[in-house]
């Protein structure tokens, strides 16, 4: 069998409405097309010449024939379920249910009424096989439409369903994918991070051996709390600079006075939450291709502010003079690139990341992101 028949036929037999609540529902559909019924002959009859009770209880009692019968062609939907390459097999068998619920109308009419009257003498009729064939033979265009409306509505209900568990299964997948590619995106930044640390680490154990402990100690404890942090999607502005700022203070055990800070933080967006390890490989990578390439070194700043509904963070450092052309605009370099692909997960085209070179040496990049408030905040 094929997969995919085999999965339209599992979810096939799983009832379109479950337990009791299917039940209530398909007898008052059954009663009110019933009713419906009853109103318009009562309201053609001649001056009323029969009571609204006697004209309703006709068409309800037929009605809850049909209501009887419903529930063997849901079995029969959920048994065939017209898949794409088993739709012979499930013709003959709604084909064999046709002739069974016209069967069954007719022998359930005569338990349940209305009578049936002879026309020609207006007695009620036994329930005889020559009665029951008549029956059936003067209501076949009424039993292969009601049959009909009923399986189409109920297949189309199997479909919907089947659809609707299909999105949820296709959007659940997309979630899990977007989580995962995430996750991977995060696994290459920190070894990133990691091994650029313990490179210069390993300059100034030659030169200066206090301070390249003191710098192991101090990326121990950056570690422990990236690690506990490693979970979260999303962390408070407030949190993501105190990481940066531990990463700040290895580099300048690294640079020395080569490396000088600036910070402009505006306090209303430390409750905005951002990409957790968002602005930390910016500022790697700012040093990286800007201070460190300078034997003067220089000054890197940061600032966030609110504009026009979004936070934007801007990172300007000194550095060599570049053409715009040869700066890694696109994200060429892993921090610039995973930062953008994870900006592009979280938040699609609703940010910006731009940078550029500056007249003076270095370049200045810009990042906006939508406003998300912490739930502390």
Known sequence: MDSSDATVRAEGRRAPLAGWR???LVLGIWIFLGAFLGFQNYLNQPSHSITLAAALGHPIRRYLIYALLTFPCLWLCRRYPFPSRRWPASLLAHLGGLGAFMVLYAALRFVIGPPIVDAETGASLPATVESTWALIRSNLFEQFWMYTSIV??????????????????EADLRRQMAEYEL???KLQLHPHFLFNTLNGISTLMIRDTATAREMLLRLSDLLRVALARWQDNEVPL??????VKAYLDLEQMRFGERLRVSLHIDPETLDVRV???????LVENAIQYGIAQIRSGGVLELGTEILDGKMRVRI????????IGTLPVKGSGVGLGNTRLRLEQIYGDAFG???SGRKEGGAELRLEI????????
Do not use: K, W
């Not at 407030?238 to 990481?243: I, Y």
């Not at 990409?275 to 490989?281: A, G, S, T, V, W």
């Not at 300007?316 to 053409?323: F, L, R, S, T």
């Open 22 to 24: 299917c039940v209530f």
């Open 152 to 169: 189409t509505a109920v297949l189309a209900i199997q479909h919907y369903q089947l659809l609707r568990r299909r999105e949820l299964r």
């Open 353 to 355: 990341l731009d940078i």
């Open 238 to 243: 407030r949190d993501e600079l105190d990481f």
């Open 183 to 185: 996750q991977v995106l």
């Open 370 to 377: 939508p406003l998300r408030r912490s739930e502390l905040g």
């Open 316 to 323: 300007i450092n000194d550095g060599p003079v570049q053409a």
């Open 275 to 281: 990409p957790n390890m968002l602005i930390q490989p």
